[in-house]
């Protein structure tokens, strides 16, 4: 018999370790656990993230939805390295955005993510041209002039908008601009690519052509691809959008084409660490759900009941 009241020995701590298979998010290239963001203002606090869960595999392409105020560009904010997280754990491409020092957060910034803002003007200098824009981050990052010229022509020639090169951003279309910028994220060879609303200015045809750009770089070059979008269109384009609700992943729709050119969707509910699951309003509303609800185990599937007991 095991002698439990004897502490564990070094041997017997790795076993456990290992029994324990993998870690929450191993293997993921952004790692979201518990993720809390508290705003204070005035003394006033809001909680923009409350427990958010969140992964996403290397090099997937997923669009992020969810109402006005549900926390979208706080999680952009946080990935992207420019706002620090209240509680949890945020890990991008290996890096854990909670400990980070100063240095590492302006290199994490400078080389793992590229990041495309929804205002055009937030994503290129107006007194460079495009390919200056362009070569500007690679500058930063001390490349060398040649090779900084030979890789801005070709991302600018790869995404459509060559003949742009010699042009300042007041002399090209919101949809140009928005392509540069994605030319301008990805210039130094980020891992993740972070796009906030970047075809909200954008009439139908030209997101399109935007969109259309984010997806060749992440088919291209491999890079994990988080688009924040009001945008159907775009969210409809790629293979899971996940739904965020009052700070919570809430809800996820997965597509996939099948051989015969099918396209299936299935929508989820995201089932969190500690068993939570939003339930989607037009649901709760539907059958007058409020405050607890009654939940039976059924063999292959849990039910859940509008509590009536006051009314039976
Ligand atoms: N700097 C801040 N100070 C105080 N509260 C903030 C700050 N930034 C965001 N908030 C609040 O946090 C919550 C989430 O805001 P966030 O901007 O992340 O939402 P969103 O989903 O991106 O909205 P939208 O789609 O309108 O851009 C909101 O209640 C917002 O008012």
Redesign the pocket.
């Known amino acids: 018999m095991t002698d439990t009241t004897k502490a564990p020995d070094l041997a017997e701590l790795e076993r456990r370790a290992t029994e324990r298979g993998p870690a929450y998010g191993e293997g993921a290239h952004i790692v979201c656990d518990n993720l809390v963001r508290i ?1 204070k ?1 005035d003394g006033v606090e ?1 909680v ?1 993230l409350q427990g958010l869960d969140l992964l996403v595999d290397p090099g997937e392409l997923v669009a992020i939805v ?10 952009l904010n946080i990935l992207s390295g420019l706002d620090v997280p209240t509680a949890g754990v945020a890990r991008v491409a290996g890096s854990d955005l909670l400990t980070m020092a100063a240095k590492e957060r302006l290199n994490f910034r400078r080389h793992r993510v590229g990041f495309i803002w929804q205002q055009t003007s937030r994503n290129l200098l107006p007194y460079l041209t495009a390919a200056q824009n362009v070569e500007l981050p690679m500058r930063f990052a001390g490349r060398s002039r040649r090779s900084r010229a030979t890789r801005a022509a070709e991302l600018l020639g790869m995404l459509g908008v060559g003949d742009c090169a010699g042009r300042r951003p007041e002399e090209l279309s919101g949809g140009q601009q928005q392509r540069i910028a994605v030319a301008v994220a990805v210039a130094n060879e980020p891992k993740v690519v972070l796009a906030d ?1 970047p075809t909200g200015e954008l009439d139908t045809a030209t997101a399109a052509e935007v969109f259309g750009a984010l997806r060749q770089v992440n088919e291209e070059f491999g890079t994990t691809t988080v688009v ?1 979008t ?1 945008d159907a269109q775009v969210a409809e384009r790629v293979d899971r959008t996940i739904g ?1 609700r009052d ?1 919570r992943t809430s809800s996820e729709v997965r597509r996939r084409s099948a051989e015969d050119g099918t396209r299936h969707v299935a929508e989820y509910a995201v089932l969190d660490r500690a068993g939570r699951v939003q339930l989607p309003k037009p649901f709760t509303e539907a059958l007058d759900m409020r405050d607890r609800v009654r939940l039976d185990l059924e063999t292959d599937h849990v039910g859940v009941w509008p509590d009536r007991e006051e009314t039976e």
């Open positions: 705003y203002t809001v923009a969810g109402a006005s105020g549900s926390g979208k560009s706080t999680l609303e924040v009001h965020i700070g």
